[in-house]
């Protein structure tokens, strides 16, 4: 064979060989993708010598509790039909996620010592068992990265939709001093006929059996409140022949719905939203009669005092041995009815006028609720890949199967085109079936929760009695009221600003508490007002007033409030 007869056939065998390489490694799209232009930033690997895109799967590492529910479990996923709608999402973003799910009693210790550690990262990691302080040093060493430029260069849009136009509240709760963003998070919203911001209320229920059979009028004052407790003890409503028909109250604090009829914050600072400011119940008018009145509940014994400080275990026990008369919780509550030996039924009561000149206010769940934090770590190196992660977690499709889940299967439209629940039995049945909403099989692991809830479902009638939908039809509109989640409303703190305040609280909490105790019982006089108020003042409650003024004033700023 001559030397270019043998050269000719050496090009032909590279060439082909070439050729079947290329094929080989470019050639096959990876299931899920369009082979068109990728539009939600996802990364890909192209072969132009073949005139055709590939797209390569991107692997993240996530890092998070697992659940704790017996019969729904993440490690099952596979067999709900709400997860098939998932996996699409992951699939059509090219994401391989491996999960490292640790059991729920034990993730504080491994996330503290991981994070600590700043070896061996997942690359998105849920933080929520750290404190701000904790959060706020890892992103100074590197630990955590900033998201606000990692969003502005990878977002498809989704984040930027959530967190700026329908969770602007958010951005402002998980804004920095120094404008940084260092977590996501869960996000819920709760609207009425689909625009009206909907708040629930806790507030004070007594036994509507009771009353009615007692021919005891419902009360619409603190004092004929008071005259319908000592009716209940005095006829002995629970026929079983003692005076044992109680109160349970907590009068350590003041988030309970007896210190808003006087008008009070619900916490030693609190937040008066529609007047944008920062008070404190132990400067408000109301305060020094609130006291007198819990007073004279205990007097007459109707604020069981062997349940202050007690277990939630205990009250309960109170509630199922037909003794509790009145006790604080959510308007639409249903679980203590089935709860009391031989039945019960609770009527929620509207804030009751206590003092004149004094309006009573609400205490409302705000319908805009942000918790839990989900990071993304140092040690992420494809940052464009975990941000299309988070933008599949926050658009309307998954938020919907998360929430809701499957129409037709998990929840139905009403005659008003709401969403309403079907009601599908327990934990244990709903995994035989398959009737599982996303938030049941993975919501507050590695998965964030975003709710787009409706006050409809909360209403059906078909469970709900009409007496509580009444109230709370009531009570959406009701004002002047407090919240009960004031750091909903305060911005994150700098430095000296976190600083200060974990030194003011450890021991102004324990005073206020204390102080509040013996007040309400009796064994401290109001005579001595003036002394109390100047050790508060000596714990810093003038500054504690004064840092979380500027906290609510920037969270206000940066919503657009």
């Known amino acids: 064979m001559n030397k270019k007869k043998r050269m000719a056939i050496f090009t032909l065998i590279t060439v082909l060989l070439l050729s079947t390489f290329l094929t080989a490694c470019g050639g096959k799209k990876t299931e899920g993708t369009s082979g068109k232009e990728d539009t939600n930033n996802t990364s890909s690997n192209t072969s132009s010598e073949q005139g055709k895109e590939t797209t390569a799967k991107r692997k993240l590492h996530l890092l998070g509790p697992n659940t704790s529910n017996k019969y729904i479990k993440f490690e099952e996923k596979e067999k709900y039909e709400v997860w098939g709608h998932i996996q699409k999402f992951l699939d059509e973003a090219n994401l391989d996620l491996e999960y490292e799910l640790v059991p729920a009693e034990q993730y504080e ?112 004052t603190a004092e004929e409140y008071l005259e319908a407790l000592r009716e209940m003890r005095k006829q002995d409503a629970n026929g079983n022949g003692q005076e044992d028909e109680i109160l349970v109250y907590a009068p350590s604090g003041f988030g309970g719905p007896i210190a808003q009829w006087f008008n009070l914050g619900t916490d030693i600072t609190a937040v008066d939203v529609e007047n944008k400011k920062v008070v404190s119940p132990w400067y408000q008018p109301g305060v020094k009669e609130y006291f007198k009145y819990l007073q004279r509940l205990v007097e007459e014994g109707i604020l069981d005092t062997s349940l202050i400080g007690g277990s939630y275990e205990q009250q309960q026990q109170k509630v199922t041995e037909n003794k509790v008369a009145s006790i604080p919780e959510y308007n639409l509550a249903d679980y203590l009815e089935s709860t009391v030996q031989g039945g019960a039924e609770f009527l929620p009561l509207m804030p009751l006028k206590a003092v004149e000149g004094i309006e009573p206010a609400a205490v409302l769940e705000p319908p805009f609720l942000v918790w839990q934090k989900y990071a993304i770590t140092k040690n992420c190196k494809d940052p464009a890949a975990a941000i299309s992660f988070f933008d599949i977690i926050y658009s309307e499709e998954y938020a919907d199967l998360s929430f809701w889940g499957i129409e037709g299967l998990t929840y139905k439209l009403n005659e008003e085109g709401a969403k309403v629940f079907l009601q599908n039995g327990t934990d244990e049945e709903k995994a035989k079936t398959g009737q599982v909403r996303g938030n049941e099989i993975y919501g507050d692991t590695v998965f964030p929760r975003v709710q787009l809830a409706n006050l409809e479902y909360e209403l059906d009638p078909n469970r709900v009695p009409a007496h509580k939908v009444e109230h709370q039809l009531k009570i959406i509109d009701y004002k002047p009221y407090f919240v009960n989640m004031n750091n909903n409303y305060l911005a994150i703190p700098n430095d000296e600003q976190l600083e200060r305040k974990t030194k003011i609280l450890n021991d102004l909490n324990t005073y206020s508490a204390e102080l509040a105790t013996k007040l309400a019982l009796g064994q401290k006089s109001l005579d001595n007002w003036d002394e109390y108020i100047a050790e508060l003042k000596k714990l810093g409650l003038d500054e504690l007033i004064k840092i979380d003024q500027e906290l609510l004033d920037r969270y206000n700023e940066l919503s657009g409030n």
């Open 109 to 220: 210790v491994v996330v503290k010592t991981r994070m600590a550690s700043g070896t061996d990262l997942p690359d998105i990691v849920n933080i929520t068992q750290l404190d701000n302080t904790t959060v706020l040093n890892l992103a100074k060493q590197g630990i955590i990265q900033d998201l606000n430029p990692l969003i502005a260069e990878h977002t498809n849009g989704n984040i930027k939709h959530m967190y700026d136009e329908m969770f602007p509240y958010a951005k402002a709760l998980t804004t920095s001093a120094d404008g940084k963003m260092y977590w996501f998070s869960n996000l819920h919203q709760k609207t009425y006929k689909k625009t009206q911001p909907a708040p629930v209320a806790i507030t004070m229920l007594i036994r509507k059996d009771w009353l009615e059979k007692l021919n005891i009028p419902e009360p619409t």
